[in-house]
């Protein structure tokens, strides 16, 4: 297939208050024509770097990168027309109508004034489109950002957390808009925590941790590479972490995934019940463990999507996911001191 985006030994390095923060080291990625790739990491693992250097809204400091066989951002101004993005917070003027802000657009880009309430129609805003963004919430902000980036009917589409703020509904029907885009021949590149979804419409995934990529390919390649001999078990809540200690004495290994045991290192399933039976620990529930992108992703970075590195019960600490980038909050590149951008290229 052909690649539509490629990204090659990426690097970037931020200073802030004397000090130096590695966002990229190294980092590459390939995104194959039609499919819809999944983009995944922890706050603060280069998503959203990457994203913006991508897009011209950074300067990387060293690396390769390419659209559509053209290096950017040197080529941009000729791939451009091609390409449509959100990155990060979508900001519009808030006295403007929804159907305002996409014909201010359109009449920005050269487009078509036709192709304004069909894209309010697809993004599901059609009823709205009278109303003032003001009025906006950020699951319709976040719909109407969308509907922005695909006025030029671009062949590349690149979102940044295209379900922030969505309701299940919002999000069912954002995941199968992507899905339809692909189907119609669009290859879209979209970064998410929400990897139930990204296993569920995604052809292929990136894994970036510490702004290097720890996995990549189709879906059912990255599960089925990290298939994992273990069972899953389920003990009362005040129980995990003492059944995780014995356990770890005994030579399994143990990860903790909710209210569940993830024990790994296991011959028999029935060694876990000898063996917690003899200290007096009780099993709920034995089951074979299910492989999927979460417990992929946990295994791969560490850290849960939302949050920081994550602690095994009665284990060592996993390994760091990475630097955050600068001012980073609750979310990749989430800097109070850098201005937002928007891009629908």
């Avoid at 006025?151 to 919002?170: R, W, Y």
């Avoid at 299910?290 to 791969?300: G, I, N, Q």
Wanted: aromatic share 4%.
């Amino acid at each position: 297939m052909t690649a539509v985006v490629e990204i090659d030994g990426l690097l970037k390095t931020y200073r802030r208050r004397g000090r130096r923060h590695r966002a990229l080291a190294g980092f590459t990625m390939t995104v194959e024509q039609g499919q819809v790739h999944g983009f995944l990491g922890p706050n603060g693992s280069g998503k959203t770097t990457t994203l913006r250097a991508l897009l011209g809204l950074i300067q990387a400091d060293g690396g390769a990168m390419r659209m559509f066989g053209r290096l950017v951002p040197g080529a941009l101004p000729d791939v451009v027309g091609r390409v449509g993005a959100v990155v990060e917070n979508p900001r519009f003027f808030p006295g403007f109508t929804g159907r305002d802000t996409l014909r201010l657009l359109a009449d920005a880009g050269g487009v078509p004034p036709g192709r304004v309430d069909a894209k309010l129609e697809l993004v599901g805003l059609a009823d709205r489109a009278r109303d003032r963004v003001r009025t906006y919430s950020l699951g319709m902000r976040q719909r109407l950002a969308v509907a922005s980036a695909l006025l030029k009917d671009p062949e590349l589409v690149i979102l940044d957390e295209p379900a922030n703020g969505l309701d299940p509904a919002g999000i069912r029907e954002m995941r199968q808009l992507m899905r339809d885009l692909a189907d119609g021949g669009t290859t879209v590149l979209f970064s998410s925590h929400l990897l139930a979804e990204v296993q569920q419409v995604c052809d292929a995934v990136t894994i970036i941790a510490g702004g290097r990529r720890v996995a990549a390919g189709p879906v059912e390649d990255v599960l089925a590479s990290h298939t994992e001999d273990a069972v899953r078990v389920r003990l009362a809540a005040g129980e995990l972490a003492p059944a995780a200690q014995v356990l770890v004495r005994a030579g399994a290994t143990v990860r903790q995934e909710g209210g569940h045991l993830l024990v790994g290192n296991v011959q028999r399933p029935a060694w876990v019940t000898y063996v917690l039976a003899e200290h007096g620990l009780f099993l709920e529930e034995l089951v074979p463990a299910k492989v999927d992108l979460e417990s992929v992703f946990l295994a791969l970075t560490g850290a849960g999507p939302d949050g920081p590195p994550a602690r095994a019960a009665g284990g060592p600490a996993d390994r760091r996911a990475g630097e955050p980038e600068p001012g980073s909050g609750d979310r990749d590149g989430d800097a109070a001191d850098r201005a937002r951008a928007e891009v629908d290229a």
